[in-house]
């Protein structure tokens, strides 16, 4: 077991509670001075790459070629899938450059009904390791093994030859701390619900450069449900999240293929307003409420928080326009067998300043795919620097066609 530093981090994030607040019309400008803050939410955990093709590929991945894992991405694209049945299961060793004992693991299923209709299920377990929390003299005060995990249910459907349509369903429970008191507060693990809505649209039929082209295209807007809590009276948003993006791939010829994609994404989550400070601390009013010097009341409702997204920013549009992600991801294959996989991922550094490569390659063996992935900081000293992925896929309709030969 380790006593790790980051505990107090989880500590603040568990007592810290959202607040209500008001617009003033005296702004002081040198306290709105580089003040754009990351956008605020809870089981950050959802938001990981859990396959290691989009993992390859800058994580992007809502508008792919279908596959084991598009629960993550973009359900609605398993009403498309060619095979009938498909499992796989995925692991991550996530921030081994921090800590050697957290562990993202994801088991992913789909089903054929049939040809229009697709079920799917996921299970992602987050294990964070063990942690021995210390009280403010350095004394032990007990010890966790803090998890998170989601359990996801979705159907796909088509509407029309190119076009479907995805809706997910998700259980989400976090224990970080086992029921300790933290900063007087006692905390529990937290429960909550959300569910995803995706479109997908697929042309096959497409020529370029006398060559054949399919175009896809796919919305997510992942997340949506019931706010999460660690106390019986803070409860912090999930990361709901907006993803577009296009893909097309190019048939060089009869044996090899390429493919190229974009993802933009953007958290649909109240952005963090600036509050009146005196001597580095909060101002409030005669209602004990904080004083908003800029932007809204992230105080809200769902839905109402989900609106406010786009235009809630303290620093205006520009701000909101660094709040969206961008994911470039390249996929060739060859004879549908081999894969090569690169792309790279890129936010404002204001708002994550996560920037990072990554490559990885896929091969499919009979009835069995591999995956793996392998991501490439722009940055030294990056916690997600050596960060690995592998992906272990089983195809149920080759492995029928295998036994069907073995018996002729």
Not at 373 to 388: K, M, W
Request: hydrophobic content about 35%; some cysteine; glycine content about 8%.
């Amino acid at each position: 077991m380790k006593t790790r530093f980051f505990y107090v981090l989880l500590a603040c994030i568990m007592v810290a509670g959202t607040v209500k607040g008001q617009d003033d019309g005296d702004i002081d400008t040198d306290q709105l001075a580089g003040a754009e803050k990351t956008i605020e939410y809870g089981v950050s955990f959802l938001t990981i790459a859990t396959d290691s093709r989009a993992g390859a590929m800058g994580d992007a991945g809502v508008a792919t070629s279908p596959d084991n894992n598009s629960m993550h991405w973009n359900a609605a694209k398993y009403a498309f899938i060619k095979n009938d049945m498909g499992f796989s299961i995925s692991y991550t060793p996530w921030l081994r450059n921090l800590v050697k004992d957290i562990n993202l693991m994801n088991l992913s299923f789909f089903k054929r009904i049939d040809k229009q209709q697709t079920i799917a299920a996921s299970l992602v377990y987050f294990a964070l390791g063990d942690i021995i929390f210390r009280d403010k003299d350095g004394y032990e005060n007990g010890q966790h093994s803090p998890n998170e995990f989601s359990i996801d249910i979705a159907y796909a459907r088509k509407f029309s030859e190119r076009i479907s349509g995805g809706m997910a369903f998700r259980y989400i429970r976090s224990d970080l701390t086992g029921g300790a008191y933290i900063g007087g507060t006692e905390s529990k693990a937290a429960n909550a619900v959300a569910a995803d809505i995706s479109l997908y649209y697929h042309n096959p039929d497409l020529t370029l450069a006398d060559k054949q082209t399919e175009f896809s295209f796919g919305v997510n807007i992942s997340n949506i449900g019931s706010k999460i809590s660690y106390t019986d009276e803070n409860k912090d948003f999930l990361p709901t999240l907006l993803r577009i993006g296009p893909a097309l791939k190019y048939h060089l010829d009869e044996y090899n293929s390429i493919t190229g994609t974009i993802d933009i994404s953007k958290f649909l989550v109240p952005s963090t307003p600036v509050y009146l400070e005196e001597s580095g601390e909060v101002v409030f009013d005669e209602n004990d409420n904080p004083i908003i010097l800029k932007g809204q009341n992230p105080d809200v409702s769902v839905p109402q928080g989900m609106l406010q997204s786009f235009y809630d920013a303290p620093g205006g549009v520009e701000e909101e326009l660094h709040e969206i992600k961008y994911s470039f991801g390249v996929e060739y294959w060859y004879l549908n067998q081999f894969a090569v996989r690169g792309g790279y991922f890129t936010e404002h550094q204001n708002k994550g300043n996560r920037k990072y490569f990554s490559i990885g390659a896929g091969l499919k063996l009979n009835v069995f795919k591999v995956d793996f992935s392998y991501l490439i900081p722009q940055r030294q000293n990056n916690p997600l620097a050596n960060t690995v992925r592998f992906t272990l896929g089983f195809d149920f309709d080759a492995f029928k066609q295998q036994q069907k030969e073995s018996t002729n």
